[in-house]
């Protein structure tokens, strides 16, 4: 499974229609009315926003508006087929005044994402774990060197918190702390 390293816009265009291609790169479907709402406000003039996601076994797509089946759902295939996976793909289009037709729609969305995908850098996922982790502060060089790429957020009380995204294979260098997994995750590998 795979998925994007970083958010990105691209732009197609076909017949005067433009196509900007919005990637996100997600953890979970609770950020996509934020996304979406994002791109109605940048793109406000646009005719379509049309998008599908894949967040772990779930997946959607929309024409909006769009004949049934030609925006959303080629979106889709082109990430079932590519296996990517923790992203958002929103298709903004501007209509150019040139119809393109049932087949034509088809191949635009389809091919626009194509090439966006391609134009980004897409990194494999692994099966890992978010860990919460508190440790005194003796510890602190300790966990900052073996998981300084894997930490995703750090408090500093009376000890120190940490919100750790690793492999499960790592786990069991946390064996001599107390953590509690907070919840199953896909991290990128290395």
């Known amino acids: 499974m795979y998925s994007i390293k970083k958010d990105s816009i691209y732009l197609y265009e076909i017949k005067k229609s433009k196509f900007y291609v919005l990637l996100y790169k997600i953890d979970n479907e609770s950020d996509i009315d934020k996304y979406l709402k994002e791109a109605k406000d940048n793109y406000k003039d646009a005719t379509h926003y049309c998008y599908a996601y894949k967040v772990k076994a779930s997946k959607k797509c929309s024409d909006d508006g769009e004949p049934s089946g030609t925006a959303g759902l080629p979106i889709l295939d082109v990430l079932d087929k590519k296996n990517i996976d923790n992203v958002l793909c929103i298709v903004v289009r501007y209509?150019?005044?040139?119809?393109?037709?049932?087949g034509g729609l088809i191949r635009a969305y389809a091919n626009s994402v194509k090439e966006a995908l391609d134009n980004n850098l897409i990194v494999e996922l692994i099966d890992g774990l978010e860990i919460k982790l508190e440790v005194n502060y003796e510890d602190k060089k300790d966990i900052e060197y073996l998981f300084r790429d894997n930490i995703k957020e750090a408090n500093y009380l009376d000890k120190i918190s940490y919100i750790l995204r690793i492999k499960k294979d790592d786990l069991e260098k946390l064996s001599k702390y107390n953590y509690e997994i907070i919840n199953e995750v896909l991290i990128e590998k290395e």
């Open 95 to 102: 209509f150019g005044g040139i119809k393109l037709g049932a």
